[in-house]
């Protein structure tokens, strides 16, 4: 037994169950809560902002503007999360790609998560688009310029053909 193994009882060797939930899956399902709350039913409700609000509008109207911001913010933290983790391991991509994932991947990072928490001024949301397209380019080029992998053989089917011979 390793001491690490000692050191730790086991309820907590176990990863919870929150733990072992995908993020993307998390990210996609409250994404799809803030399609239908904002897209669907923000279009069957129609909110006046000149009327007085009671409880209920203001708690819709305010719901929606949490599930957008949270969607917003989610994406931004995955998007990160994943150019870090393609920086620090992504091996099977060449040396100049990963380099350049990181470099043109923070400046959307940074310039997304401004732009939840704040409006981005006009010539701000320009470079943001300029290098979403460039990171997007970036991307393609690197699935394009991959050294092509030799199909792989199913394992079963190896064992079959043994078999036969």
């Excluded at 870090?84 to 470099?103: C, N, Q, T, W």
Aim: aromatic fraction near 10%; avoid cysteine.
């Amino acid at each position: 037994m390793r001491l690490s193994e000692k050191a730790v009882s086991a309820s907590d060797s176990r990863a919870a169950a929150w733990a072992r939930t995908p993020l993307v899956a998390v990210l996609a399902s409250v994404a799809l809560a803030e399609l239908a709350l904002n897209r669907l039913a923000g279009q069957i409700v129609r909110l006046d902002p000149f009327s007085t609000r009671g409880f209920w509008r203001h708690a819709f109207s305010d719901s929606r503007l949490f599930a957008y911001e949270l969607v917003a913010v989610l994406s931004a933290m995955m998007l990160g999360s994943a150019l870090a983790r393609i920086a620090a391991f992504g091996d099977h991509y060449r040396i100049g790609a990963r380099v350049s994932f990181s470099l043109v991947g923070i400046v959307v990072v940074i310039f997304s998560a401004l732009g939840a928490v704040a409006e981005l001024p006009p010539d701000l949301f320009f470079h943001l688009h300029m290098s979403f397209a460039f990171l997007a380019l970036l991307i393609i080029f690197s699935i394009v310029g991959a050294e092509p992998h030799p199909p792989r053989r199913a394992r079963a089917a190896d064992a079959d053909r043994k078999s036969v011979v």
